[in-house]
């Protein structure tokens, strides 16, 4: 499909954010670029479709173990293309996909069955009804990078064993991490055209969008997702949009002060506070608020900031200029509005241009942009609340609805507060850990977008739902074709009430009147 954006050829470049050494140049896939990967990967998912579940578990299955014996590997690329410590690149990266694709290899075929479905109306009793669960075809995605390899690759996963092709746009800045990702894919046996990385920037990612793909899955943030869901409406293409958060921590007054405060330092400044389920509104309640936050300052300050390739470091830099300067913004507009910083508030150039310190900042409150707009930094706004309604009132008070958590000792208390969270996911005592259970639905709910990625929801996310019915007696002709008038309209009546009617005899008498119609016919 053409479109009217005329790209120049861009360049973009993977640059390790702790040192900023340039690792590789790209140029941006053009838009003749574009159509032609969508093209060759429509062409080729006929054959990929064919292979059949099992064929492409298979695949899965080897992918998986080229990825175990490259762990060490893959981890190493994306703390030099993101920043965060190899650790966390490790866990939150590779194991996150590892088992995904254990998740897939155990599930997928029996979850793309052909699916029963039994019909209750007694008019339809004659009919054999199945859901068939069928690929779309060729899958877009779009990812960022703040878990360059774990979104796309969770994603793709689930794509591909549904029998999809797919052409994924990584974020400009971690292109080497998917050309990874498919080099991987390329050798477990994934034809080329069925999966294809296309480096390149949003005007990429915009040809993309207008592209002749037939889904589109995009993980990013929220005013990119709106920008898409506005294309991708003007074309009807189905959209799953993974958008950003600005996810509440609610410390109960029965809580633990120091589970919960090391919950939410490790919450706010894993990836250097760059996640989307980062935790980044701290609610506390009054009688444990100055315990907490002089907890949370004796955690923050243990922390080590450095360059992630160092195994003792716990926060690597933020990605990039841009987002530095964002998360300062951010907390200068709060001090000059009266928060207090505790601890932090500052880059740190001894360390590096990217590195900005572990911030704890208190008094903040609810009009303020830290806690208002996503931060995407290793901030930790901390508010007094006074009793649960409030609590919950100050968590729903946003655009946003990606996760939260609640800290208790209570969990049934725990439990019954989550349900009145605004959320796509709510923790009992943990925070971020959710995106790595493979078996739990991610995804939002108001401006942190629709749709869901891992798990049995993630994967239908990548199929057609088709509805497939057989006549059990095709000699018959269906009593509803035709012959309507007074007689047909008292019959009718009869099988209404023969269903639905209170009272045995009342339904007897509708069986009978009802049975007119099928000697009629
Ligand atoms: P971003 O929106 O700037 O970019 C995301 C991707 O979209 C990139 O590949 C980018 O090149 C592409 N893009 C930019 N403009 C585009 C356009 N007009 N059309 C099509 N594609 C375009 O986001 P980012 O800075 O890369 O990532 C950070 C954001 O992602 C944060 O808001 C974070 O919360 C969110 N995020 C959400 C989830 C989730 O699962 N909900 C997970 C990770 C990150």
Redesign the pocket.
Known sequence: MATDLKIAASKIASVNPATGEVLREFESASEAEVHAAVSRAKAAQESWASLGVRKRIAILREFQRLLHHKKSEVAQLVTREAGKPYVEALLTEVLVVLDAARFLIENAYQLLQDEPVPHGNLAMKTKSGRVLREPYGVIGI??????PFS?PATESLAALVAGNAVVL????FTSLTAIELAAMLHQAGVPEEVFQVLP???V???V??NAAIDKLV????????R??AQ?AAARLLPVVL????KDPMLVLDDADIEIASRGAVWGAFVNAGQ??LSVERCYVHRSLYEPFLKACVRHTQELRVGNGMDPDTDLGPLIHQRQLLNVEAQVNDARAQGARVLIGGKRLPEVGENFYAPTVLADVTSEMRIMRQ?T?GPVLPVMAYENDDEAVRLANDSEYG?AASVWTRDRARGEALARRIQAGTVMVNDVVSCFGISEAP???VKA??NGR?HGRYGLEEMVRIKYLDSDRLPGMEKIWWYGYGEAFSRQMEGLLDFQFARGIRKRLRGAVRAAGALRGK
């Not at 779009?142 to 878990?147: A, E, G, L, Q, T």
């Not at 995009?218 to 997702?225: A, I, K, L």
């Not at 993974?242 to 958060?245: A, D, Y």
């Open positions: 779009i990812s960022p990078w703040n878990y979104i746009k990584p974020s400009e390149g920037d949003g990429t990612g915009a993309m969008t995009f993980t990013g943030s929220v005013p990119t997702g920008r898409i294309n993974e958008l950003g958060g996640a989307c996503e995407f990606l991610h995804g939002g942190s977008g990625s």
